[in-house]
């Protein structure tokens, strides 16, 4: 077989996906650890493979969309010292497909080029993809598939956190949707805050992201926490938690051919 491996390092989760023929056909989620080295990497990805009856032989390419610097070093070394191979990096000069609008194109994210690329293929434009990581995103793409910029705003988890670190008094809850929208202790407040906080935020940069374009956009999330937004949004279509690695599966078919 022929398989690219696809890897997608988030500030927090590590995506890692096989393509085959052109699709995605099996994926796992780890956590990102800064500190992981290329032999470590290797460690990870045998026990993965062992586990999926896949061969290290069968890698013949490798795809890496990377925020984390210091992962994406060790991880150029683990292709080039594990599989022989040149991975390519999703980074500037890379062939996307779509035309970036932003005024330094550089400062985009690659995670969030990788799913612009994916929504549009899969979905079409104009569309806004609602990425619920570290960062809650939202990147927008025209009708044409260029892309447009987007809104960066602080995590769901993140926004647990700090509550947790800054108040004395307020204790770390799990992020779960509440009974009732108002709390009638302290967990089930902070719970109902960080969901229908979060809900609301969707909602509504979605609804100026409408007006802004004059034009009803597709709204796709991903990313670990978007299911649980979007049973209560109004506005999320879609979710789709495989984006971000179909996304490079694409680019690299885009930088081969």
């Known amino acids: 077989m022929n398989y690219l491996l696809a890897i997608d390092v988030g500030n927090t989760t ?16 780890v956590a990102t650890i ?9 460690i990870l990805l045998e026990e993965l493979f062992r586990s999926n009856k896949i061969k290290k032989e069968d890698i013949k390419a ?11 070093g060790a991880l150029e070394k683990l292709a080039r010292k594990y599989f022989k191979i040149k991975p390519l990096i999703v980074g500037p000069g890379i062939k996307t497909g779509i035309s970036i609008k932003y005024d330094d194109p550089r400062e985009v ?19 806004i993809v609602v990425d619920f990581g570290t960062a809650t995103t939202f990147d927008v793409i ?30 770390r809850v799990e992020i779960i949707k509440p009974e009732r929208v108002i709390g009638k202790d302290t967990v089930s407040s902070i719970q109902s805050g960080l969901i229908y906080g979060f809900v609301g935020q969707v909602d509504e940069i979605v609804r100026r992201i409408s007006e802004e ?14 299911k649980l937004i979007a049973t209560e949004s109004k506005t999320i279509e879609k979710v789709d938690s495989l984006l971000t ?3 490079l599966c694409l680019i690299y078919e885009r ?3």
Not at 111 to 123: F, L, S, T
Not at 160 to 171: G, Q, T, W
């Open 109 to 127: 994210g690659a995670d969030r080029i990788v799913n612009a690329v994916a929504a549009y293929e899969k979905y079409g434009g104009p569309v």
């Open 142 to 171: 025209s009708r044409k598939g260029e892309y447009l910029g987007g809104i960066i705003a602080p995590g769901i988890e993140i926004s647990s956190d700090a509550l947790f670190e800054k108040a004395a008094r307020l204790p």
């Open 34 to 42: 800064r500190q992981r080295s290329a032999d470590e990497h290797y």
């Open 245 to 247: 690695l179909e996304g």
């Open 62 to 72: 490798m795809v890496i969309s990377c925020v984390v610097p210091p992962v994406s």
């Open 213 to 226: 374009l004059r034009t009803k956009p597709k709204v796709i999330a991903t990313g670990g926490l978007a």
């Open 255 to 257: 930088n081969v051919k």
């Open 14 to 29: 590590t995506a890692i996906g096989i393509c085959g023929n052109k699709k995605l056909i099996i994926n796992w989620h």
